[in-house]
């Protein structure tokens, strides 16, 4: 992105796959071992950590991400942008891209590959596709609405597992506030009618929190609302990147550059602590209410992750509209936003008052 355009990419390693000694096919990162597995032969192989190598994502300091961003995904890489949604996805170079995994559609085009920074840390898929498949399957029974084709679509030769990019940030929080707390005090009238009256007094005082991270979607291309209901994801049991934990899936790019990102993260950490403030300040004077709370928040020792989470996705097409249903890779939570099937509709109104009319006419009305 912008901030970054300074920075000399790495080069890339030559290696873009890795064969299977046995049969000579393609292994991809098999989710239920942590291993990469040969989908052919089923031979399996553990991905190796240097011991000079970090286990976990770095955390980086924030001001100086221009100088020490890494662009080195660690294998050749491709660009694949759909022109139907405006996805942009990362692929192995030999990896085929004939269909965008977000939206399904086939107007899908390779493109000159951009600076784009390699993530600092994985958190690897934890869920198969067979598992989302369940997991999807229990959740959609329970939607009676929801029309046959979005349940057909829920198999596990229907689903991607794709990377989606996140920023996370760390930062010592310094906040000094003002407000007014009430203290309510209720009493009964004669007539046993109750009324409250609230004592309210001014306070003021500062407010010292660490977060840890804070994080931000860095793609513009979903739903925000179904991404939130996916969460929260472990970002703590996170693996430092290695191109083996993302074998066989798909990364999108970032389409949300660092300093952006963090001006969303300031807008949602400020809402946190003054959530935080107005618990504490409840919990101190043992008050009932807190209103006009006004903060200054300074952020210290501001530090980044560039993370990529998992999760499995699928699509349908309904009505000349596509709708997305989402699986977390790592918890199994999921989310969706299904059409409403018309006709069900239709029939269950009509059952409903053919049975409040047969109730009317046996009397029990």
Same mark, same amino acid.
């Given at each position: 992105m912008d901030e970054f355009d300074n920075i000399t990419i790495a080069d890339t390693k030559e290696e873009t796959d890795k064969k299977c000694p046995q049969c000579g096919g393609v292994m991809d990162y098999d989710p239920a071992s942590g291993n990469l597995k040969c989908p052919y032969c089923d031979y399996e192989e553990a991905i190796k950590v240097e011991k000079e190598q970090p286990h976990k994502a770095e955390e980086l300091?924030?001001?100086?991400?221009?100088? %020490?961003?890494?662009?080195?995904?660690? +294998?050749? %890489?491709? %660009? +694949?942008? /759909?022109?139907? /949604?405006g996805a942009e996805s990362i692929?192995?170079?030999?990896?085929?891209?004939? =269909? /965008?995994?977000?939206?399904?559609?086939?107007?899908? $085009? @390779?493109? *000159? &590959?951009?600076?784009?920074?390699?993530?600092?840390g994985v958190v690897p898929f934890q869920i198969s596709d067979k598992q989302a498949s369940e997991l999807f399957h229990r959740w959609i029974k329970k939607k009676w609405f929801c029309p046959k084709l979005a349940k057909d679509s829920a198999k596990p030769k229907r689903f991607k597992g794709i990377y989606l990019p996140y920023w996370?940030?760390?930062?010592?929080?310094?906040? %000094?506030?003002?407000? @007014?707390?009430?203290?309510?005090?209720?009493?009964?009238?004669? &007539?046993?009618?109750?009324?409250?009256?609230?004592?309210?007094?001014?306070?003021?005082?500062?407010?010292? @929190?660490?977060?840890? &991270? @804070?994080? =931000?979607?860095? !793609?513009?291309?979903?739903? $925000?609302?179904?991404?939130? !209901?996916?969460?929260?994801?472990?970002?703590? *049991?996170?693996?430092?990147?290695k191109p083996e934990y993302i074998a066989g899936f798909v990364a999108e790019r970032y389409s949300l550059g660092l300093k952006d990102a963090w001006s969303k993260a300031t807008n949602s950490i400020k809402e946190k602590l003054k959530r935080h403030i107005s618990n504490e300040i409840e919990s101190q004077h043992h008050a009932d209410q807190v209103r006009n709370l006004r903060t200054q928040t300074e952020f210290r020792d501001i530090t980044y992750k560039y993370l990529l989470l998992p999760i499995w996705v699928s699509n349908f097409k309904y009505n000349d509209q596509v709708y997305q249903f989402m699986v977390n890779g790592q918890t199994g939570k999921v989310a969706d936003k299904t059409p409403v099937s018309v006709p069900k509709v239709v029939l269950t109104v009509i059952g409903i008052i053919v049975i409040i009319a047969i109730l009317y006419y046996i009397g029990v009305f």
């Amino acid at each position: 992105m912008d901030e970054f355009d300074n920075i000399t990419i790495a080069d890339t390693k030559e290696e873009t796959d890795k064969k299977c000694p046995q049969c000579g096919g393609v292994m991809d990162y098999d989710p239920a071992s942590g291993n990469l597995k040969c989908p052919y032969c089923d031979y399996e192989e553990a991905i190796k950590v240097e011991k000079e190598q970090p286990h976990k994502a770095e955390e980086l300091d924030f001001y100086k991400a221009e100088h %020490t961003a890494n662009h080195d995904w660690g +294998v050749a %890489t491709k %660009t +694949v942008i /759909c022109k139907a /949604c405006g996805a942009e996805s990362i692929y192995d170079a030999l990896q085929t891209s004939a =269909v /965008c995994p977000f939206c399904g559609s086939n107007q899908v $085009m @390779e493109a *000159n &590959d951009k600076d784009t920074i390699a993530p600092g840390g994985v958190v690897p898929f934890q869920i198969s596709d067979k598992q989302a498949s369940e997991l999807f399957h229990r959740w959609i029974k329970k939607k009676w609405f929801c029309p046959k084709l979005a349940k057909d679509s829920a198999k596990p030769k229907r689903f991607k597992g794709i990377y989606l990019p996140y920023w996370t940030f760390d930062a010592n929080t310094y906040t %000094t506030y003002d407000g @007014e707390y009430g203290i309510d005090h209720t009493r009964r009238d004669k &007539d046993g009618n109750t009324h409250t009256r609230t004592d309210w007094h001014r306070t003021s005082g500062t407010h010292r @929190e660490f977060i840890d &991270d @804070e994080l =931000v979607l860095a !793609s513009k291309n979903h739903d $925000m609302s179904m991404l939130r !209901s996916l969460e929260p994801f472990d970002t703590e *049991n996170n693996k430092a990147y290695k191109p083996e934990y993302i074998a066989g899936f798909v990364a999108e790019r970032y389409s949300l550059g660092l300093k952006d990102a963090w001006s969303k993260a300031t807008n949602s950490i400020k809402e946190k602590l003054k959530r935080h403030i107005s618990n504490e300040i409840e919990s101190q004077h043992h008050a009932d209410q807190v209103r006009n709370l006004r903060t200054q928040t300074e952020f210290r020792d501001i530090t980044y992750k560039y993370l990529l989470l998992p999760i499995w996705v699928s699509n349908f097409k309904y009505n000349d509209q596509v709708y997305q249903f989402m699986v977390n890779g790592q918890t199994g939570k999921v989310a969706d936003k299904t059409p409403v099937s018309v006709p069900k509709v239709v029939l269950t109104v009509i059952g409903i008052i053919v049975i409040i009319a047969i109730l009317y006419y046996i009397g029990v009305f």
